[in-house]
């Protein structure tokens, strides 16, 4: 995914289920807040 060009939310609704967005949000902060 190319979050740097694209908003993190659009990517994941397009690319992903809605199921899975609220994991993969959690996932993606976690990383962020260590990077």
């Not at 609704?13 to 807040?33: E, G, S, T, Y």
């Amino acid at each position: 995914l190319n979050c740097d060009k694209m908003p993190l939310n659009y990517t994941l609704k397009v690319a992903f289920p809605d199921k899975r967005i609220h994991a993969l949000r959690a996932r993606h902060n976690r990383l962020k807040k260590f990077a």
